[in-house]
């Protein structure tokens, strides 16, 4: 691009990490109190919908850092309030003809925006290196004989937390931020108001099972990211950080063990797997109801696979330095 363009697409940049750094934290908070209400989340600000400078400032290398943490907020924002997106998810989307639909019109968005396909874009924006997975674990025979462990991990197993025992968690994992915590029947949640200072955790007031604990800890694993990082994180480092926190589960030592946390990982990534590969265009013959995740939670589906992976590489003695590491690998492969 035009060296002469450099200034005024700084200045854009600058106006527009200004104005989200006002706006955000309310609607953040706000988001996290919608959340554990079950109500409606609010809507986006305005100057979330701001693609412009950040299509210019992606055009200078000096700038790319900081637009390129600024596309992965915005760019999924902006698909999923394109009019034909929104009407598609209003309107449930949970067969696979109106899925269908809703993907298409995702990838029409995601096109107009960025010239590339919806699923091409998530996996950039989230750090996603390699390819999608082609499939997930179809055996049967090994569905079946994980049958008894799926159900123990879904009991009370008699360890009970409670929000006192998340929070003594965190500040186990030296946690430095201020973690608010809410209690909800709602499914966990972590809410980064602002990274580095504040993030709202979404958890239910008593946790009594396995599976329960799971989601507690992963979530806390996010907050991890918050306290360590920026914003604009990858989102495949966020995920397998969050994974990383919760193999906690698997260790006999500690007090939330469960003997059922590694085959539910193994679940998980062969889950992840599946349905990544509908994203990618595998849509099945089957006349079921479509997945909750690929309605609200699209083309995250390769991250969580992939995000599995990464956390194998993680070492937690110095998980900030590992961070800002391999974000600088994966911003430097990233384009957009």
């Given amino acids: 691009m035009d060296a002469c363009d450099l200034l005024p697409a700084e200045l854009a940049l600058d106006r527009l990490e200004a104005a989200l750094a006002a706006e955000l934290p309310a609607h953040v908070r706000a988001f996290a109190r919608a959340h554990a209400a079950g109500t409606a989340p609010p809507p986006w600000p305005h100057d979330a919908r701001a693609l412009a400078a950040v299509a210019r400032a992606l055009g200078h290398e000096v700038l790319l850092d900081r637009a390129v943490a600024l596309a992965r ?9 394109d009019p034909s997106v929104a009407a598609a998810v209003r309107g449930g ?17 995601a096109r107009a925006r960025c010239g590339r396909g919806f699923g091409e874009v998530m996996r950039a924006l989230h750090g996603v290196l390699a390819r999608a997975p082609n499939d997930g ?19 009370p197993d008699g360890i009970v937390v409670t929000l006192a025992d998340v929070a003594a968690r965190w500040r186990g994992m030296g946690g430095e ?25 979404v958890v239910p007031e008593r946790i009594a099972t396995p599976a329960a604990r799971f989601a507690a800890l992963h979530e806390l694993g996010h907050a991890r990211v918050a306290a360590l990082a920026p914003a604009g994180t990858p989102r495949v480092l966020d995920e397998a ?17 469960s003997p059922h946390a590694a085959a539910a990982r193994a679940r998980r990534t062969a889950h992840a797997a599946a349905l990544a ?18 309605v609200h939670d699209p083309g995250a589906q390769a991250t969580y696979a992939a995000a599995e992976a990464v956390a194998d590489g993680i070492a937690d003695d ?16 990233t384009r957009l």
């Avoid at 907020?73 to 309030?81: G, M, T």
């Avoid at 608010?180 to 990274?195: I, M």
């Avoid at 994203?279 to 006349?287: I, R, V, Y």
């Avoid at 590491?325 to 911003?331: G, S, V, Y």
Wanted: hydrophobic share 45%; proline share 7%.
């Fill in 241 to 257: 950080v969050a994974s990383f926190t919760a193999r906690a589960m698997e260790d006999p030592g500690d007090p939330w063990y």
């Fill in 93 to 109: 989307a949970r067969t696979w003809p109106s899925y269908a639909a809703l993907a298409a019109a995702r990838d029409r968005a």
């Fill in 177 to 201: 931020l201020r973690l608010q915590l809410v209690g909800s029947t709602a499914h966990p949640r972590a809410f980064v108001v602002e990274p580095g200072r504040e993030v709202i955790l």
């Fill in 277 to 294: 590969a509908i994203e990618a265009g595998a849509l099945p013959t089957s006349t079921g109801e479509v997945p909750w995740a690929l």
């Fill in 318 to 333: 110095d998980l900030a330095r590992w961070l800002a590491t391999e974000r600088a690998r994966i911003d430097h492969a």
């Fill in 137 to 155: 674990d179809n055996d049967a025979d090994a569905r079946s004989r994980d049958g008894e462990a799926r159900a123990g991990w879904m009991r």
């Fill in 73 to 81: 907020l915005l760019y999924p924002i902006a698909v999923a309030d």
